[in-house]
């Protein structure tokens, strides 16, 4: 094929604001998971497949197929879907607990 340009499981953004690698970041309709780290305005490559452990909202269980959502104010996963927007689901329950920090993601790449 002569258009072709890329698989697309990773593709490079510009840090909407300061990653580590392994953190999430969403960039207009795309959100992906950080490959390396990236100050603010800088490329990152960016995974938008797979399954990740993102920070979680603490006080919140989760199961194991619940729709999880990426919280863009405190860039943390959560299962509120008000005014968050849709990464994936959940492949593991968790505990709700105040150390529950951790959530297990399969990212849907869809946008």
């Known amino acids: 094929m002569k258009n072709f340009v890329q698989p697309g499981n990773t ?12 953190d999430g970041l969403l960039v207009g309709s795309i959100f992906g998971v950080a490959a390396g780290d990236a100050a603010n305005a800088e490329t990152v490559e960016t995974a938008l497949v797979g399954i990740f452990d993102l920070k979680k909202v603490a ?8 729709k999880v959502y990426w919280d863009n104010t405190n860039k943390e996963a959560t299962k509120t879907a008000t005014a968050n927007t849709l990464i994936g689901v959940a492949t593991e329950a968790v505990a ?3 150390g529950d920090l951790i ?9």
């Open 59 to 66: 006080s919140q269980a989760w199961s194991t197929g619940d």
């Open 103 to 111: 959530g297990r993601v399969r990212l849907n790449a869809s946008f």
């Open 96 to 98: 709700g607990g105040a």
């Open 11 to 22: 593709i490079t953004l510009t840090a909407p604001y300061a990653v580590a690698s392994g």
